[in-house]
């Protein structure tokens, strides 16, 4: 890998952090300056009120945000988060890393991101369903089998996606289960998507040792956050050999040099409110201290801006495989670049989940649902594809792979702007 660095500034807004880096790569690969400035303005804002009667009987009004951010390659794709820090800079920094993913692991899609402002551990399941029905409701004219398909994201599963179709559905009078993805089975979910961002996870990790010269077998891995992502990467990296030394979420965090039994903290987390405050498979060590700890990968899963440019220094890990969306600060990019940090960004690293996203989709349109290991197997085709392409853009224009990642996802969405045109 070469040294070349992002040298973005600061930046409090994470959409501005995305621009910076966008910039980065625009001027790397010589792109059209019309086409950046198309890519700086999200094409759709929408921002709801929603009004929703708490179990006490009085009513809150929620803030929920749907924003489009592309649609040059196909409908817009993106799931829905479910949190206190949800806010319209957040959504369309997530909407344009949705279009740059879509584009990367080569999906027709677009991108966009939903969410909406709440602390869903702290509300009823009959609160969330009025929260999320009011959602869907209010988005009817914004979602779309062909025009905008959302998905789950931190906070909400396949409970959540199920409501909102059956909502989309009661209001539209049509049964349009490609609507969303992430679905429950039953309701046209698709086998594999529940696990397919840790697939994804793990697909890029294998092709990151392969390239970086190191044995599975003989490597260890740290992962923040067991929540979806998390704790099926987690899962399927130790199936691969890899000795998870760390893992932690937002009760617990834990660290055991002679591998944590992955199997036996799902049990745990199962039956403990899916959280592994309790579990006694390691050391407690403090939250961050895993970001840092000693280890060969260290898989973020949990949260954005966790690697600070003070963390940067102290990471440990050779590779960073970025489960979660965002985790690193722009200003750690030229810090981890300088260390020989192999970094799998966000825009590939975690493109599994809406790679299977698409399959669900494909399977509803074409109401014919295929077995796990197709699904596993396409998926792990594609990851692969999209790995070598950013890896080959990484080593062409001699740039750290979020650079590459950015530059093979925009010749894909320049070359879709020259061939539509415009006004
Ligand atoms: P989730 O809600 O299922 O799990 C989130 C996990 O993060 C939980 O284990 C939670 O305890 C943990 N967490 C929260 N705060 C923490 C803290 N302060 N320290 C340590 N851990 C903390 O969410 P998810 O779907 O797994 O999403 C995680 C990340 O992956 C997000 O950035 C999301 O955007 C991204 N992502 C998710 C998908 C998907 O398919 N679910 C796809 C692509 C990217």
């Given at each position: 890998m070469s040294t070349q660095t992002a040298n973005a500034p600061a930046h409090e807004s994470m959409f501005e952090a995305v621009l910076a880096r966008l910039d980065v790569a625009a001027k790397l690969m010589n792109m059209s300056e019309d086409v950046a400035t198309i890519l700086r303005s999200p094409i759709k804002q929408v921002k709801v009120a929603l009004p929703v009667m708490m179990d006490n009987g009085k009513i809150e009004v929620f803030e929920g945000y749907r924003i489009v951010h592309s649609t040059v390659l196909g409908p817009s794709k993106g799931g829905i988060r479910y949190a206190m820090d949800v806010n319209q800079d957040e959504v369309m920094a997530l909407a344009a890393w949705m279009s740059f993913k879509c584009a990367v692991a080569n999906l027709p899609y677009g991108g966009a991101k939903g969410g909406i402002k709440c602390d869903p551990r702290t509300m009823s399941v009959g609160e969330l369903e009025r929260l999320t029905r009011a959602y869907a409701t209010a988005m009817k004219d914004v979602?779309?089998?062909?025009?905008d398909i959302p998905a789950p994201d931190m906070g909400t599963s396949g409970r959540e996606m199920a409501w909102i179709l059956d909502e989309f559905n009661k209001v539209t009078g049509e049964d349009s289960?490609?609507?969303?993805?992430?679905?429950?089975i039953v309701v046209g979910g698709s086998l594999g998507r529940d696990a397919a961002t840790g697939r994804g996870v793990m697909v890029n990790t294998l092709a990151a040792l392969k390239k970086m010269g190191l044995n599975p077998k003989e490597v260890t891995a740290a992962v923040q956050g067991f929540g979806n992502v998390g704790s099926h990467a987690a899962r399927l990296l130790s199936e691969q050999?890899?000795?998870?030394?760390a893992i932690g979420d937002h009760t617990a965090t834990f660290y055991n040099e002679n591998g944590i039994d992955i199997n036996a903290a799902l049990e745990f987390a199962a039956k403990n409110?899916?959280?592994?405050?309790?579990?006694?498979?390691g050391t407690l060590i403090n939250a961050n201290d895993i970001l840092t700890c000693n280890c060969d990968v260290l898989v973020?899963?949990?949260?954005?801006?966790?690697?600070?440019d003070e963390i940067a220094q102290n990471i440990q890990a050779k590779l960073i495989v970025e489960g979660?969306?965002?985790?690193?600060?722009?200003?750690a990019d030229p810090i981890l670049n300088e260390k020989n940090i192999v970094v799998v960004p966000d825009i590939l690293a975690n493109a599994g989940g809406v790679t299977v996203s698409y399959f669900e989709w494909v399977q509803n349109k074409a109401g014919y649902y295929w077995s796990e290991n197709e699904v596993n197997t396409k998926h792990d085709e594609k990851m692969e594809i999209a790995f070598a392409h950013v890896w080959d853009n990484a080593s062409i224009f001699k740039t750290s792979m979020r650079i590459a990642a950015y530059i093979t996802a925009l010749q894909k969405i320049e070359q879709g702007v020259k061939l539509k045109g415009n006004y």
């Open positions: 979602f779309g089998v062909n025009r289960p490609g609507v969303i993805t992430g679905k429950p050999g890899i000795k998870i030394v409110n899916r959280v592994l405050k309790g579990f006694n498979g973020p899963a949990a949260l954005q801006n966790v690697i600070t979660a969306n965002g985790p690193t600060m722009p200003e």
